[in-house]
Protein backbone atom coordinates (compact mmCIF):
# COMPACT_ATOMS: atom_id res chain seq x y z
CA UNK A 1 0.00 0.00 0.00
CA UNK A 2 1.30 3.66 -1.32
CA UNK A 3 0.06 6.51 0.48
CA UNK A 4 0.03 9.51 -1.07
CA UNK A 5 -0.34 12.99 1.25
CA UNK A 6 -1.36 16.24 0.03
CA UNK A 7 -3.02 19.45 0.71
CA UNK A 8 -1.03 20.85 2.97
CA UNK A 9 0.10 24.64 2.26
CA UNK A 10 0.60 27.77 3.76
CA UNK A 11 -2.45 29.64 6.08
CA UNK A 12 -3.05 32.38 8.28
CA UNK A 13 -4.22 31.38 12.20
CA UNK A 14 -7.81 31.04 11.86
CA UNK A 15 -7.77 29.65 8.52
CA UNK A 16 -8.84 26.45 7.17
CA UNK A 17 -6.82 23.43 5.04
CA UNK A 18 -8.14 20.18 3.78
CA UNK A 19 -5.32 17.33 3.81
CA UNK A 20 -5.69 14.45 1.44
CA UNK A 21 -4.39 10.87 2.07
CA UNK A 22 -4.45 8.86 -0.80
CA UNK A 23 -3.85 4.79 -1.44
CA UNK A 24 -2.79 3.07 -4.27
CA UNK A 25 -4.89 0.44 -3.82
CA UNK A 26 -8.28 -0.50 -3.21
CA UNK A 27 -7.77 -3.28 -0.14
CA UNK A 28 -7.05 0.54 1.33
CA UNK A 29 -10.79 0.04 2.83
CA UNK A 30 -9.40 -3.06 5.29
CA UNK A 31 -7.15 -0.09 6.90
CA UNK A 32 -7.98 2.17 9.57
CA UNK A 33 -5.98 5.14 8.86
CA UNK A 34 -4.42 7.86 11.03
CA UNK A 35 -2.98 11.29 10.47
CA UNK A 36 -0.09 12.27 12.84
CA UNK A 37 2.32 15.29 12.90
CA UNK A 38 5.80 16.35 13.42
CA UNK A 39 6.71 20.07 13.96
CA UNK A 40 10.33 21.26 14.00
CA UNK A 41 12.31 20.46 16.93
CA UNK A 42 9.37 18.45 18.53
CA UNK A 43 8.53 14.50 18.48
CA UNK A 44 6.01 12.70 16.04
CA UNK A 45 2.34 13.57 17.22
CA UNK A 46 -0.67 11.44 17.09
CA UNK A 47 -3.44 13.99 15.85
CA UNK A 48 -6.47 11.56 14.73
CA UNK A 49 -7.92 8.15 13.43
CA UNK A 50 -10.61 6.94 11.03
CA UNK A 51 -11.62 3.07 11.42
CA UNK A 52 -11.76 1.39 8.07
CA UNK A 53 -15.28 1.50 7.71
CA UNK A 54 -15.25 4.93 8.49
CA UNK A 55 -17.70 5.00 11.33
CA UNK A 56 -15.71 5.21 13.98
CA UNK A 57 -12.92 8.07 14.64
CA UNK A 58 -10.92 9.68 17.81
CA UNK A 59 -8.97 12.65 18.64
CA UNK A 60 -6.01 14.22 20.03
CA UNK A 61 -7.46 16.79 22.48
CA UNK A 62 -5.07 19.70 20.92
CA UNK A 63 -7.40 19.40 17.95
CA UNK A 64 -10.71 18.29 18.79
CA UNK A 65 -13.52 20.07 17.68
CA UNK A 66 -11.39 21.87 14.77
CA UNK A 67 -9.92 18.89 12.87
CA UNK A 68 -12.71 16.40 11.56
CA UNK A 69 -11.37 12.93 9.47
CA UNK A 70 -13.30 10.94 7.36
CA UNK A 71 -12.56 8.64 4.35
CA UNK A 72 -14.20 8.20 0.94
CA UNK A 73 -13.51 4.18 0.03
CA UNK A 74 -14.65 4.17 -2.98
CA UNK A 75 -12.16 6.73 -4.06
CA UNK A 76 -9.35 5.15 -1.90
CA UNK A 77 -8.86 8.76 0.36
CA UNK A 78 -8.60 9.56 3.65
CA UNK A 79 -9.59 13.52 4.16
CA UNK A 80 -8.38 15.99 7.46
CA UNK A 81 -10.52 18.85 7.40
CA UNK A 82 -8.47 21.58 9.45
CA UNK A 83 -10.54 24.46 10.54
CA UNK A 84 -9.52 27.58 13.06
CA UNK A 85 -6.26 27.01 12.87
CA UNK A 86 -3.23 28.00 14.89
CA UNK A 87 0.05 28.50 14.83
CA UNK A 88 0.87 25.63 17.41
CA UNK A 89 -0.53 23.16 14.40
CA UNK A 90 2.50 24.21 12.06
CA UNK A 91 3.89 21.07 11.20
CA UNK A 92 4.31 18.02 8.39
CA UNK A 93 1.61 15.92 8.28
CA UNK A 94 1.34 12.14 7.60
CA UNK A 95 -1.06 9.42 7.20
CA UNK A 96 -0.80 6.06 7.77
CA UNK A 97 -2.85 2.83 7.47
CA UNK A 98 -2.56 -0.33 9.73
CA UNK A 99 -4.75 -2.42 11.28
CA UNK A 100 -5.81 -3.34 15.10
CA UNK A 101 -8.55 -1.16 17.34
CA UNK A 102 -10.30 2.38 17.20
CA UNK A 103 -12.68 3.18 19.60
CA UNK A 104 -14.33 6.93 19.63
CA UNK A 105 -13.22 6.70 23.65
CA UNK A 106 -9.93 5.68 24.36
CA UNK A 107 -6.42 5.80 22.44
CA UNK A 108 -5.99 3.53 19.65
CA UNK A 109 -4.37 0.51 19.74
CA UNK A 110 -2.80 0.49 16.01
CA UNK A 111 0.08 -1.48 14.57
CA UNK A 112 0.55 1.53 11.39
CA UNK A 113 2.08 -0.27 8.68
CA UNK A 114 1.99 2.12 5.69
CA UNK A 115 3.73 5.63 6.14
CA UNK A 116 2.57 8.33 3.54
CA UNK A 117 5.60 11.05 2.37
CA UNK A 118 4.11 13.49 4.59
CA UNK A 119 2.95 17.18 3.70
CA UNK A 120 3.97 20.40 5.14
CA UNK A 121 1.30 22.88 7.09
CA UNK A 122 2.27 26.23 7.95
CA UNK A 123 0.27 28.40 10.03
CA UNK A 124 1.39 32.15 10.29
CA UNK A 125 0.32 34.52 13.09
Known amino acids: VQLQASGGGLVQAGGSLRLFCAASVRTFSNYHTGWFRRAPGKEREFVTVISNSGGTTYYADSVKGRFTISRDNAKNTVYLQMNSLKPEDTAVYYC???????????????????WGQGTQVTVSS
Open 96 to 114: AAGSGVVSATWSPRISYAY
